[in-house]
């Protein structure tokens, strides 16, 4: 069982920046996809940023440019720096693990084995 906190959400105004933080349980986290998440009200979950074991990284279009997802395998820590905020940020943001050692990057929630409880983030225009 792994078991995901994440923190380091907030309120900020546009083009502001945060930085989420996701600490895991388990020692096997550094073989995990780990990848960042967020769901506005009344929309579906989407995939925002994906690492996977060896440290390749994609993130969505939408925040390419502005995001960047990083792992320390070390502190059992994944970030999330978000640079340049805007208002269509706005929506909770959790944090999933995928129990696997992957070469491929997965950007399914289905694909996700456990999750965080969310950590909100809110950017005024």
């Known amino acids: 069982q792994v078991q995901l906190v994440e923190s380091g959400g907030g309120s900020v105004q546009a083009g502001g920046s945060l930085r989420l933080s996701c600490a895991a349980s388990?020692?096997?986290?550094?073989?995990?996809?780990l990848a960042w998440f967020r769901q506005a009200p009344g929309k579906e979950r989407e995939w925002v940023a994906v690492i996977n074991t060896y440290g390749n990284t994609v993130v969505a279009d939408s925040v390419k440019g502005r995001f960047t997802i990083s792992r320390d395998n070390a502190k059992n820590t994944l970030y999330l720096q978000m640079n340049s905020l805007k208002p269509e940020d706005t929506a909770m943001y959790y944090c999933?693990?995928?129990?696997?050692?992957?070469?491929?990057?997965?950007?399914?929630?289905?694909?996700?084995?456990?999750w965080g409880q969310g950590t909100q983030v809110t950017v005024s225009s």
């Open positions: 999933a693990a995928r129990a696997r050692r992957d070469v491929y990057l997965y950007t399914g929630p289905a694909d996700y084995d456990y």
């Open positions: 388990g020692n096997t986290y550094s073989a995990y996809s």
